[in-house]
């Protein structure tokens, strides 16, 4: 086969790929984070090129604006030089920090321990008839110091113990790992003198389509900066059922998924090793959030039955593994621990975010929504928990949705259309020139085109609207937020018809998921305190909105609270605390799985849900009289 | 630096090597085991080599009989043909088992559970409602079967756990290892059906001169063969303490000698594997006994505080380790245990030997001597023990010792020397031709001579004896035992006065460092009940010559037993048996050890030892009318 040598400009990489690689695949290889969410299927229409030079086969038709070529349709058919322009990159990895960790609001004080931590001690010399071992006073000494029982050595911390006790007169820095969930904690390593360097965590949330990475200074107790990505894995399917398909059908998909996985999170690691100049040896410890398919395809675990009735996972508790094992680019000794899940369509995610909103602690009676992907949903308080799932799809963390994207700069994150004039404002993240629209600026653009009339309560397009701002084009309608000319990229930004109804679909999927969570547990809205609501939306959501729109039921608005990004909260929790280390264990052990595919209920409630915001307007009083 | 090709025959194996390398190296390297107990040092004359073509460099007046050279006194200066003759080689390394375990009679029964083992399981399979995990039903059906309570999956477990539940009919076989010591089992493997394979572990002796393994069976619970071969460490010294100094002087040293023990240990397990026909990784499991310098090594722990005051190892218990960290061509997950010393001269292997003999669970009070290249020797009972070492060095061993060889094929192991005619009869290990003497014929050797007038009290040779055994070298006088025509060698099997001298030294440690001990807790011989004698002396002791020679206490013979390489033993009763592995750790918890360097009393008892049977004859009443 071929072989041809692929410059990409401005980055300047150089790689040899064959005539079979599309450009999209060879920037992929290559590193180069891309904007191409439909996972290279030539819909989402992002990942737009310019070949400066050489030779490449793409479909008919399939040429863009200015001579712009998707990466995912074209393969080259010699060397090639080829620019990938700002607007087709995921450039702003950051994510926004949403005000941290809260830990002490839950309980969780500074005392508590991280699953990884140095402690410094002073260990006296052996008396003259000693028979005592370096080790037995190590112990000896951490015992004393922490009232850990049950210390393990590795094998490394032995061959470095006996210079480290004698170097600085006995005074060592051990190195605690906590690596199960009994009371057992390794001495993974020993350093002469007091603790000088830092050392770091990682709280990841592995979402079907975005991951979150935060970097933690494990010492310091707090969230050094975050980072975001689409989830390489897109390029296997849009969701967990497609990639479960393609694990099944190739030989290597299972290890295919399992290294876009790994890949993405790499990516976001060395991204932030870099920017921070750490070395990714002083990461010492990771707790990944997930659901339960992307945790096995994270591990490399057969997903197969999780598909397959009765949903069976291979486990629900996976035990912690060494990052080497896991393939992280941390240190190859740090344990690498999951957030126990609860079912296959229940993952540590959910417990996680659980734990975040500290539901499992409260007297008042929680509802706790988590809207990606999956829409899952729990509800519950100290005494009791019950959970369910639904598939909403990714069109809220801008699947499918041609301007989606995740809430980085550029994003629009709120929008206002006026009435009448059809004029539309807007607030992009980082006050940036826009670039595409987030979750919560998609919620906003739907109950706000159906309150100017531009659509109607099933999403269809009311063209005698009389605005230059609703077109047609070759696939339908489309409303154009924001002109060319504002934008920081070089096309309109605008939201389809179809499109509508994409969100739609997944708004109902979670208002039908909660509905049938409550009727199945026998209990009414009002019997809700509060209403949780976690996803990659962006910073803020505008509840009323969302509530406009029926994706979140009518209920005053004081009881909502928005947490953002719930499962990557609770890894950090569980990463930086002892007590919630146990919790998450409580958690996804009391907590009932409702399955909602049985029987009609949730079928029903989400065929009456695709309307806005409801076909049923009596569940919905406070919208006809709402207004921002 | 020049390079040579040396082709060695019979093998016919041909490698490179550079003028540095000794003769003796590149046979090391080749993997050719060769008799070279002196260590490469050129005094025990053993590594006789025949070049047949080509060019050595070899100090002047070092050629041995019929043109043979020394290999580890020439180097290559051209390309070279080396023929190896049998009697320079170490060609029958199996070990005479003597008996077996005798777990039984210990009170381990065959009920009790492998460090390893292997269950087969028929397993559920889900209900249509459940939502148990893979892992929770096998974590179910094991705790039924088995009882364990902290069960902890493998990540290789879990990837290959879905597909082995389904492919036949919910049969699996698991395998479960004990990882630690508290009572927490891994789930190191599953595989669909009932049990098939057979599966093994290893006993290990590590000592100083000699290491022995146990290839054991550990489905049906029996040794199935042994191996032994010298250390290949006697490259780096004979005794712990010069081995200690090499690794300390020079930077790769530790290293060195930790290759050494791991391939001493490898080319066992190699014979083994080859010979049983088994793969190594069909060999599950390990459990090596060593002392605490030796056990040190052979992990690349740090010794040098074992050999400076107040005599410190870097760790007495060590956590179990994999076998691929360890080394070890057996599985690569397999766990490494090793059985847990005491003090910084009193190992393992004296716990294992302690465990072997039974005196920890023993009403009589027992005292243990285990004699190697250090003595080691434990008194008490179920309710006390106390312990102690002394240098006894290698020449019960054959080191040092130029016809000195283990107990093998051909080796001399009983003697009788008729007074006045000084005609000698011998006993052969397999009544081969003999090529050397071992530890059992030691002892004999110099009770017999002493009994024939040959030697006096000192070891001094009465030259007027008039025999032409008895005849004077250009090292001394020396004793011929057999004359070179009725050997398996080309030359005669003698005995020198200076080796005579090296042999009373090796016993009167021991009896020195059995006297001290009773001293020190003031108690008469009397008082013992039983004497357990241990060590790789050969099948069988002569008890009545080693108290003749004065090397034991002059007790009644029916108090003795004599039970041949204890640490091995321990070893495999801690591999197969857990109530051993817990009476192990008992045993090194409670032993106190006792130094014997601190006063004069054993320096003084040395001294008065260094005679046949001792200075003070009252010590040995029995000795003036004693006859075999």
């Known amino acids: 086969m071929p072989k041809y040598t692929v410059q990409f400009l401005p980055d300047n990489i150089e790689l040899t790929v064959t005539g079979e690689d599309s450009i999209l695949r060879a920037i992929t290889k290559a590193n180069i984070p891309l904007n191409a969410s439909c996972g290279g299927k030539g819909t989402c229409k992002r990942c737009k090129v310019l070949v400066k030079k050489g030779k490449v086969k793409s479909p008919a038709g399939s040429e863009q604006e200015k001579g712009y070529l998707l990466a995912c349709r074209c393969y080259p058919e010699s060397d090639l030089i080829v620019e990938i322009p700002e607007e087709s990159r995921l450039t702003e990895h950051q994510v926004a920090l949403d005000g941290g960790l809260h830990l002490d609001g839950n309980g969780f004080g500074n005392e508590d321990t991280s699953v990884y931590r140095e402690v410094s001690l002073k260990i006296a010399a052996p008396g003259p008839n000693s028979t005592e071992s370096d080790m037995s006073r190590l112990v000896g000494a951490i015992r004393a110091e922490t009232g850990i029982e049950h210390l393990r050595p590795t094998l490394d911390m032995l061959r470095a113990l006996p210079r480290a006790l004698r170097q600085a007169g006995g005074e060592v820095t051990v190195f605690l790992a906590e690596d199960r969930e009994n009371n057992s904690v390794e001495i993974a390593g020993v350093e002469p003198g007091s603790m000088v360097n830092k050392y770091y965590g990682l709280a990841l949330d592995l979402g079907t389509t975005t991951v979150v990475v935060h970097l933690i200074d494990l010492g310091e107790r707090r969230v050094v900066d975050a980072r975001g990505a689409y989830n390489k894995q897109a390029m296997y399917g849009d969701d967990v059922i497609t990639r479960i398909i393609y694990a099944d059908e190739y030989p290597d998909g299972l290890e295919k998924l399992r290294e876009a996985a790994v890949s993405t999170i790499n990516g976001l690691i060395g991204d932030l090793a870099q920017g921070w100049e750490i070395e990714p040896e002083d990461i010492k410890a990771a707790v990944c959030a997930g659901n339960t398919t992307m945790i096995h395809l994270f591990l490399g675990l057969t997903p197969t039955n999780i598909r397959l009735e009765p949903y069976t996972p291979v486990a629900n508790i996976i035990p912690p593994v060494r990052a080497s094992q896991a393939g992280l680019d941390i240190h190859p000794q740090a344990w690498v621990r999951c957030v126990p899940g609860v079912a296959s369509y229940v993952g540590g995610d959910v417990t996680a975010g659980v734990l975040a909103c500290g539901m499992a602690l409260s007297d008042e009676l929680v509802l706790f929504v988590d809207i990606g992907t999956n829409g899952e949903m729990a509800l519950g308080n100290r005494e009791w928990l019950v959970s369910c799932a639904c598939s909403a799809g990714p069109a809220f963390e801008g699947g499918g949705i041609r301007h989606g994207m995740r809430a980085m700069r550029g994003a629009i994150e709120q929008v206002t259309i006026e009435p009448g004039s059809l004029e539309v404002k807007y607030a992009t993240v980082s006050a940036a020139p826009p670039v595409g629209i987030c979750g919560s600026g998609l919620i906003d653009c739907i109950a706000r085109l159906y309150k100017a009339g531009v659509i109607n309560r099933g999403g269809n397009f009311i063209v005698d609207a009389g605005s230059p701002r609703i077109r047609s084009f070759a696939e339908g309608k489309e409303f154009v937020l924001v002109w060319a000319g504002e934008t920081g990229s070089f096309t309109d930004i605008t939201i389809s018809e179809a499109e509508v109804k994409n969100l739609l679909r997944s708004k109902a999927a979670i208002y039908a998921g909660i509905r049938s969570m409550l009727k199945m547990v026998g209990l009414p809205f009002d019997a809700v305190d509060r209403v949780v609501v976690a996803g990659g939306f962006g910073r803020h959501i505008n509840i009323r909105d969302a509530i406009n ?80």
């Open 549 to 628: 729109i029926g994706m979140l039921p009518d209920m005053p608005l004081e009881k909502y609270t928005y947490i953002g990004n719930s499962s990557v909260k609770g890894a950090g929790m569980v990463l930086l605390s002892r007590r919630a280390r146990d919790l998450a264990g409580e958690i996804a052990g009391k907590m009932t799985y409702i399955e909602l595919s049985t029987g009609n209920t949730f079928m029903e409630e989400f065929v009456s849900a695709l309307f806005v915001p409801h076909t049923d307007l009596g569940l919905f009083p406070s919208c006809a009289t709402s207004a921002k």
